[in-house]
């Protein structure tokens, strides 16, 4: 059973929803908890923080400084006895990584394969999508407005002015144990799979295990970077561990049930879009193909936050069965995100009036 620690008392959330949990720290085990940030959407990003006597351990950041000083702020009840001494990245998207650099004095641990990715999508990128999505809503041309409000959504909670990317002093591959005053993390990379350098964190003492964005709860999740079978296999790794508290990268705990559905998920998904795709259709036909289906609807993968995200995960499952994506190439290749992103986004706008 957890336990509020501290919450910041929205009862909204940063996209403007009723919260399905309270946001705030909450107590999993014996000094053990989870900063957890309803419902889970884009940049709703749950935090570890293990208190190690009279030390702590933070598991992930937050995408900008405003909401990790809250953090900060609202963990006093711990930080005061137990400062943080070590922080640990899960994976290398900006919303488990960019609040790095409030902890600039103590080691920073990730995989190799998360730190090489560390610059490749710099802050500068995000502040001008975030330009870029208040302009494009002015714009009334076919998916671009709709696009504007899409990419507008997802990044209006956060202030990315002042975000230096702090890379990680500290880099493994495989395995790596950290024991910090007595108490044992075992960090394993679990990766590729969502990004190329996913790890979960596991406390075997104390029955925890912190996934990162292998899982989420309430919330559909995307393979970045693929394979598939990868996030497939990390998620039957965190079963066998037999934890007693399973914290997601994003939404509420997750039992061992929420695991085995989303590994239904990807079930799912594979064997809807690989006759789809065999056929030659591009992804975008078939995730709404696949979005529209009866056994979707019918299923509880259709209750989850953003259904739209099968649109990524299709075109990293394209790649992996060597099918063309329709992805921009050569110079229109800069493109691609904002084109990707109109696509999902399209996705959105049919779901609403669909
Ligand atoms: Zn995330």
Known sequence: MSRLIAGTGRKRTRLGDATLFAEGLHEVAPNTFAWMVPNGSWGETNLGLVRCGDQSVLIDTCWDLHFMREVLQHAQPVLRHAPIRHVINTHADGDHWWGNQLFAQVPITATQASADQVHRHPPAQLRALQLGATLMQRLPVAQVDALGRYMGDMLRPYRFQGVKVQAPTHTFSGETTLDVGGVVLHLTEVGPGHTDGDCIVHLPQRGVVYTGDILFVGVTPVAWAGPVSGIVAALERVLALRPEVIVPG?????????????????????????????????????SREALASRTFNASPFAGWIAPERLFTSACTLWREWGVDTGALAGPMAALGALDHFRKQASLVSAARTG
């Open 250 to 286: 994003h939404g509420w705990l997750a039992s061992p049930a929420d695991v085995q559905l989303q590994i239904d998920y990807w079930d799912w998904a594979q064997s809807a879009l690989h006759p789809l795709a065999r056929t030659g259709m591009a992804p975008l036909q078939a």
